[in-house]
């Protein structure tokens, strides 16, 4: 892939993330802007752009991580660059169709895309979709991108809904349910940094050995649900006050969420 400049508009957790997880001698330059300067803190690897503007002029790709209610300001003040220059867009923006693009940009590359916040140590998963006036080879340079940052999938742009529900903000649920462990293990007595640690170990380690058996999750469910033993005893409490169908209802109400965000700016 022949070297680019790459913008980073919006420094947050995800911004950030990504930002980090990338190898600054695969581009040209990496500069970064956020609103609020203190995110940017000293790194060589990054060059401090003044403004948005500043980077829309010098960057080829601008990788776009504000937050959604704050688009359409930045649309309003960037339109006239944004349609000059026409870098390739990559929105991470939860909610926000390429369609929401390109009826202010005429002729606007754009790349959708949802990552999560495992990209910070590489073990990312991001989808991705093409709006309506990519290039060809822009989706190429974006997966290559983005391949820094653990597993990339491309899809269609009507699946990105359920996508953000799920790997969006799936990191989300996982460290809720170790909160919940860590809590439980201090309850029986644990030190914090040992239980912080029995957490960590427990969701690493189970996740680590289903991606290397292969097995569904039920088989190994039942391998470590001995009847009448510890496990079982815990499942069923689980099983009668619905832990199960409370994950599904949250998952449906992220998608639900997400699709309230794209319909409300589209009403705007």
């Known amino acids: 892939m022949e ?3 790459l913008g980073i508009i919006g420094f947050g957790n995800m911004g950030e993330a990504i930002g980090r997880a990338l190898n600054p001698s695969d581009f040209k330059k990496i500069l970064v ?5 203190k995110k940017l803190k000293k790194d060589r690897r990054f060059t401090k ?5 500043d980077i829309i002029n010098r960057s080829e790709v601008i990788l ?6 704050n688009l359409s300001d930045f649309l309003k003040e960037n339109k006239a660059a944004l349609s000059f220059r026409k870098p390739l867009i990559v929105s991470i923006l939860a909610g926000i ?5 390109e009826k202010y940009l005429k002729g606007g590359r754009i790349i959708r895309a ?3 916040l495992p990209a910070l140590v590489g073990e990312g998963f991001t989808f991705l979709s093409a709006g309506r006036d990519a290039r060809r080879g822009d989706l190429e340079i974006v997966k290559r991108i983005f391949s820094k940052t653990g597993e990339v999938v491309v899809t269609e742009e009507k699946n990105m809904d359920r996508v953000t529900s799920i790997t969006g903000s799936g990191p989300g649920y996982v460290f809720y349910f170790m909160d919940a462990l860590y809590r439980s293990a201090l309850n029986l007595g644990f030190p914090k940094l040992q ?8 969701f690493l380690g189970s996740a680590k050995l289903a991606e290397a058996s292969g097995k569904d999750f039920a088989s190994l469910l039942k391998g470590v649900a001995s009847p009448k033993g510890t496990t079982e005893a815990a499942l069923k409490i689980f099983e009668s006050q619905r832990v199960g169908y409370a994950i599904e209802k949250g998952v449906k109400g992220a998608k639900r969420r997400s699709e309230e965000i794209s319909r409300g700016f589209k009403e705007r």
């Open 49 to 53: 752009a003044k403004n948005s503007g």
């Open 114 to 116: 949802m990552p999560n």
């Open 3 to 5: 070297k680019v400049t």
């Open 97 to 101: 169709s390429t369609s929401i693009f």
């Open 195 to 202: 239980a912080r640690r029995i957490a960590i170990r427990v």
């Open 33 to 37: 802007y956020d609103l609020d300067p």
């Open 64 to 69: 776009l991580a504000i937050k959604p209610q």
